[in-house]
């Protein structure tokens, strides 16, 4: 059996103006993919626990198969590993934005996707100026970076910091918000944080790369902001779960992390980006060539995410789009070609992200399930309204994946 695993990140939607009342599923023209929903098997699936944070981080570890309730300890640490970054067990890990406050409100999550070269610079710069001891900073890809407190090593500068009781927020969850009540908060260490986003404000103001962001109409990183803050998970490999070996599609360095925890191969694909002028064909085309010598392939695209935390329907629809032509039509066919009808495929969003409020919601989210032995008795295509009018719904996101591996095969 092959399997592939489909994730059009944040997807999923409300009908919206913009679309004559659509969402952007209904919207799209999809063939490709309505066509395998309706030979399959499709339903809703709770990727967001309840009383858990609706976030990739979450969403993808459940719908992975791995329970976010035992396994998840911070989104940080997960995409620290995807960077290389060594962690000591008493290491605590922040991911650190570059993002956009105008009058101090939230403008924008990642600085106007401000390039990787940019923000290396201003994250180089700002980290020339902090006083405060065992924390390390390192560049990522755009707007996203990482933090390193080292201070619980035996060989620390200083007293440990304990940032157990420390409350961050997501800056995408907050788009149009007033900082000020989404601050760092806690009890000791989160003075430390907030006093970094003021140092980062006064040193961004009049920085040369926002000089000159501004004259080319861009969005100005005017400060870094923490959040995402954890230790070094520990998880069980999913080989030695399920018994197969798995590789990752991803241009983002979060589904990196997780796959490197789970024993799953990052592969390397040229033109990956996070945003809609990724390479949509390549992605397709290395997934098939991945199942030459993998079990399971995943390809997740970010675009349709950044869409919709942009307040942009169109991008998103059109982000769809191209992965039914370039990815699920070509996988789909390469499937059928080479493995007579010993496959499977699962197609879902890890969650919703609305466009009118720019934010994630924990709505369970549509799924599709199409190949061997999964037939409904109803053809859908592949919508939120024709999931929700299903009768297959699954309350647990992380069981979702045994059912996809091994459901119904005998």
């Known amino acids: ?48 626990p309840e009383g858990m944070n609706c976030g990739s981080d979450i969403c993808c570890m459940s719908l992975l198969g791995y329970d976010p309730a035992r396994y998840h300890t911070g989104r940080a640490p997960l995409e620290a590993a995807a960077l290389g970054i060594e962690l000591d067990p008493a290491d605590w890990v922040f991911r650190l934005n570059l993002v956009t406050v105008i009058e101090q409100m939230m403008q924008d999550h990642s600085a106007g996707h401000i390039t990787s070269d940019e923000g290396r610079r201003l994250l180089e710069d700002f980290a020339a100026t902090i006083d405060v001891p065992d924390l390390l900073l390192y560049p990522g890809i755009s707007y996203r970076n990482i933090m390193v407190d080292v201070s619980g090593r035996a060989d620390a500068a200083g007293a440990a910091r ?49 000089h000159t962001r501004r004259e080319l109409g861009e969005m100005p990183a005017t400060h870094i902001w923490p959040w995402g803050q954890g230790r070094r998970p520990s998880m069980e490999g999913f080989q030695q779960r399920f018994g197969l070996k798995g590789a990752m599609i991803t241009a983002v360095d979060l589904l990196a992390g997780i796959s490197q925890f789970i024993g799953w191969d990052r592969l390397d694909v040229p033109g990956q980006t996070s945003y809609h002028d990724n390479d949509y064909a390549a992605a397709g085309q290395h997934a098939i060539a991945a199942l030459r010598d993998y079990d399971v392939v995943c390809v997740h695209v970010e675009a349709p995410d950044e869409a919709a935390h942009a307040a942009d329907p169109s991008t998103k629809v059109a982000a769809i789009k191209a992965m039914d032509a370039h990815i699920v039509g070509p996988v789909h066919a390469a499937l059928e070609e080479g493995f007579q009808g010993q496959w499977r495929v699962l197609y879902l969003p890890d969650h919703y992200t609305r466009c009118d409020t720019r934010k994630h919601d924990p709505h369970p989210v549509p799924f599709m399930i199409a190949g061997r032995n999964m037939r409904g008795l109803v053809p859908r295509a592949f919508t939120e309204s024709d999931a929700e009018q299903s009768d297959l719904h699954v309350a647990y996101g992380h069981e979702l994946m045994e059912y996809f591996l091994f459901g119904a095969l005998k």
Request: net charge negative; hydrophobic share 35%; no cysteine.
């Open 162 to 210: 304990d940032w157990s009781k420390l409350d961050t927020t997501p800056p995408h969850d907050i788009p149009g918000e007033p900082i000020q009540r989404h601050l760092p908060r806690g009890p000791g260490q989160a003075k430390v944080l907030v006093d970094m986003i003021e140092r980062s404000g006064a040193l961004f103001a009049d920085h040369e790369i926002n």
């Open 1 to 48: 059996m092959k399997y592939v695993i489909i994730i059009p990140d944040g997807a999923a939607d409300g009908p919206l103006n913009e679309l004559d009342g659509q969402t952007p599923f209904e919207a799209a023209n999809k063939p490709f993919t309505d066509a395998l929903a309706r030979e399959g098997r499709v339903g809703t699936v709770a990727t967001t």
